[in-house]
């Protein structure tokens, strides 16, 4: 079993920021054996790959949030953070966090049916 639980979504203002955070947990559950990746999907439209890192912390991101968004992860703490910077209203959606096993350790994995576990989402609102 694996648990993965958002947080730190909120209405903010064009220009402004937020960091999310992802918290995983379970049982048989080894964090550093999982990329984390994060992705989001807005009204209307369909899942998008927002931003992901290997086990060892190679990263990969959407073109759109390249320079303004920063993947971390604190394989001590068993979660994955996302530092969103100077968000624009087309950044608004929900955010989801997400698992993937992986043997490899600088393997990152941009597409969502590559991943086995994910959360519910947490809601980011920029207005303009």
């Known amino acids: 079993q694996v648990q993965l639980v958002e947080s730190g979504g909120g209405l903010v203002q064009a220009g402004d920021s937020l960091r999310l955070s992802c918290a995983a947990s379970g049982r048989t559950f080894t964090f550093s054996l999982y990329a984390m990746g994060w992705f989001r999907q807005a009204p209307g439209k369909e899942r998008e790959f927002v931003a992901a890192s290997s086990r060892n912390s190679s990263t990969r991101y959407v073109d759109s949030v390249k320079g303004r968004f920063t993947i971390s992860r604190d394989n001590a703490k068993t979660t994955v953070y996302l530092q969103m910077n100077s968000l624009k209203p087309e950044d608004t959606a929900v955010y989801y966090c997400?698992?993937?096993?992986?043997?490899?350790?600088?393997?990152?994995?941009?597409?969502?049916?590559?991943?086995?576990?994910w959360g519910q989402g947490t809601q980011v609102t920029v207005s303009s």
């Open positions: 997400a698992a993937d096993w992986s043997r490899y350790m600088d393997y990152v994995p941009k597409e969502d049916n590559e991943y086995n576990y």
